[in-house]
């Protein structure tokens, strides 16, 4: 008798884990994209980053956890038309200058909540980690159920990218590359 009522329970509680701890959204990496862009004294520099991975948990009207993973290997420039300008910007892109990609090949975002704002818009907070570094971020994004849409600003210096920063050396002139960076994304859960 004490084994079936056990059995019923583990069966119920089996039953009802998807509803108590939220609905699980895997990322469709080959459906979604993510475009960078580093903006400097007289001009923009834009590119690709894959993902590699993620994840969101969504519960009632919002969200509960989530996480992407990006390649940092996988950054790419798209507005140099020059093969070869543009292999020495990603080259400088992946050094220690930079985001030092053969030591940190991948950065991740951890959604911590999504609390929905308006009828498809949604306010995501949550940890962004870039160089072994990780700092609080939030953002909006607009949703139509499984695609989300949005721009991250984020702003390098708190992640020890240094290379150019205002904010780390004096006297930059028109070397200064500004510490923000965008990105925009359109991210497609299954």
């Known amino acids: 008798m004490k084994i ?3 059995s019923m329970l583990l069966a119920g509680l089996l039953f009802l884990a998807p509803s108590a701890f939220g609905q699980n959204m895997k990322v469709n990496v080959s ?6 862009t580093g903006k400097k004294i007289g001009g923009s520099h834009t590119g690709h980053i894959q993902l590699l991975s993620g994840y969101l948990t969504k519960s009632g009207d919002g969200f509960v956890e989530g ?11 798209t507005d140099l038309e020059d093969k ?5 910007l990603i080259g400088h892109l992946k050094s220690d200058d930079f985001f030092s990609v053969e030591k940190y090949p991948t950065a991740t975002l951890v959604i911590e909540s999504g609390e929905k704002v308006s009828e498809g818009i ?16 939030s953002f909006e994004a607009r ?35 500004y510490d923000d960076f965008d990105l925009d994304f359109e991210v497609t859960f299954e």
Do not use: C, H
Request: proline content about 1%.
């Open 31 to 36: 459906k979604s994209s993510i475009v960078w």
């Open 67 to 77: 996480k992407l993973v990006a390649d940092m290997a996988s950054l790419s420039n």
């Open 4 to 6: 079936n009522l056990i």
């Open 122 to 137: 949604y306010q995501f907070s949550g940890k962004m980690t870039i160089k072994g570094t990780t700092n609080p971020v």
């Open 143 to 177: 949703s139509d159920g499984s695609t989300f849409k949005g721009k991250l600003t984020v702003d390098r210096s708190k992640y020890d990218v240094r290379y150019g920063s205002g904010s780390f050396f004096d006297n930059l002139g028109n070397n200064l590359i």
């Open 84 to 88: 070869e300008m543009r292999a020495k």
